[in-house]
């Protein structure tokens, strides 16, 4: 046989078996790559479905979290007597009340008596044009003696006795009920102010005005209108509404943004949105809350007939209102800072480089002079993490357990947090040169070369 004969089969065959071999290499690569591609799409898709759900769910709870606020105002202030009693206590020493009242009083003891008829038929026909000085000086020591109660510090206790029965009415009004002994007559709220037209009759009889006498008490009919709406259903319905979620309000507002939050596949990004949504509900409902009170104060029934009376009575009867708002926009500002400095953004590494660099560098200089122990060092280095979480959680803990703060309060709490981070790099952070030699640096430096 001559040379290469028998060979060219055996060529041939390794050579479809290489072919084949390829072929199947192929299928299986594509195969794989289809697989491949599969699953980055089922991965985009979980991704996307991720994002999307995260995303619904932070909506949900930045704008529960203004809601929460109300919600809360409508448990504590209104629906407790005791809460807002003492929320409307400083009313009583404000001068635009102190003058609603004084005026409503004088009127009412006034035209009671009818000072007029009274002079008209004392006076001789020729001296009845005195008739109406006469009636107007009259008038004017009524108003000074009112004034001059009004103004007095038991005019608080009268303040709050007339509140604690006035809050009787106006929980029944918003709840549409009528609690025993309490009435609500045309959508209307009104303080009873018969105990300081008791004290009022008694300040003129004993000032010689002892025709007082003869009048009633219960006949003056001495009451201010407090509250009134002819929209009165629709706001028993959100009234209801918001008691029946009550203090739940804000823990679904706070869960729903903690689980956008864990959801999303970024969550420092989840966090920086999440706050921003929240300022940006919290800016809205404050804008509708002074378009509200601005279209209360411009539509006051005639039984209101002070304006600035009112806007007081509606100004401190919701400062807890405006007080928690500003609380939770600071708050979403300094979430949102914090989200943002621990972000990748070239300002943000800036910055964090440079406070580690700076306070790391006084620490280092610190324990050159001798102020401060290695030992104190090393221990905050090793706990380094653990003490910057302590750090941030004794901050939310105090501000969740602080009843009353205000938006300043929030400030100052998260200035003390950022001092306490400060300290922690101080004390923790040691540059190259300071650091002590590693376990592997020492054994490299004592094996022989």
């Known amino acids: ?41 089922r991965r985009r898709e979980h991704h996307r479905a991720r994002t999307t759900l995260a995303a619904v769910l932070v909506i949900l709870g930045a704008i529960l979290a203004p809601l929460s606020v109300v919600s809360v105002w409508a448990s504590n202030t209104v629906g407790s007597q005791d809460q807002y009693v003492a929320t409307v206590a400083p009313l009583a020493t404000d001068p635009a009340i102190q003058s609603a009242v004084t ?15 009274l002079v008209s038929g004392a006076l001789p026909p020729k001296a009845e044009v005195l008739t109406q000085p006469i009636s107007n000086g ?57 105990q300081l037209v008791s004290q009022v009759k ?50 679904i507002a706070a869960a729903l943004l903690v689980a956008g939050v864990l959801l999303a596949p970024r969550r420092r990004r989840a966090i920086a949105w999440a706050a921003f949504g929240v300022l940006v509900m919290v800016l809205i409902a404050t804008l509708l809350f002074y378009l509200g009170r601005n279209y209360y104060l411009t539509h006051l029934p005639p039984q209101i007939q002070s304006r600035a009376a009112a806007a007081a009575a509606f100004d401190i009867l919701t400062r807890f209102l405006r007080q928690s708002a500003r609380t939770l926009a600071v708050a979403a500002v300094v979430v949102w800072v914090v989200a943002f400095v621990s972000g990748p953004a070239r300002g943000a590494g800036t910055v964090r480089h440079a406070v580690t660099t700076g306070a790391g560098g006084l ?6 002079a001798g102020l401060l122990p290695v030992p104190v060092r090393l221990f905050v280095a090793r706990f380094h993490r653990w003490l910057q979480i302590a750090d941030v ?57």
């Open 393 to 449: 959680a004794l901050i939310v803990v105090i501000l969740l357990l602080w009843s009353h703060r205000t938006g300043a309060d929030v400030i100052w709490m998260s200035l003390l947090g950022l001092f306490l981070l400060l300290v922690i790099e101080f004390l923790g952070v040691r540059s190259a040169a300071e650091s002590p030699p590693s376990r592997e640096d020492r054994l490299g430096s004592a094996s022989p070369h």
């Open 103 to 117: 005026t409503r009083v004088t009127d009412a003891v006034y035209t009671r008596i009818d000072v007029p008829a």
């Open 363 to 368: 620490g280092d200089r610190a324990e050159r």
């Open 1 to 41: 046989m001559p040379p290469g004969t028998g060979g060219a089969p055996a060529a041939d065959e390794d050579l479809e078996g290489l072919q084949r071999r390829l072929h199947e290499l192929e299928e299986q690569n594509a195969r794989l790559l289809g697989e491949q591609a599969a699953a980055d799409r």
């Open 202 to 251: 008694s300040q003129l009889s004993a000032s010689g005005l002892t025709i007082i006498d003869k009048i009633p008490t219960g006949s003056i009919h001495g009451t201010v209108t407090v509250f009134q709406s002819d929209k009165l259903g629709q706001i028993q319905g959100l009234y209801n509404a918001l008691q029946t979620v009550g203090v739940w309000m804000p823990i």
């Open 138 to 194: 009259v008038k004017s020591f009524i108003n000074t003696v009112v004034s001059r109660i009004v103004t007095s510090p038991q005019f608080a206790t009268l303040w709050e006795e007339a509140n604690r029965a006035a809050h009787a009415q106006l929980v029944g009004a918003l709840e549409g009920t009528s609690p025993a002994g309490v009435s609500v007559h045309n959508n209307q709220v009104t303080l009873d102010l018969s």
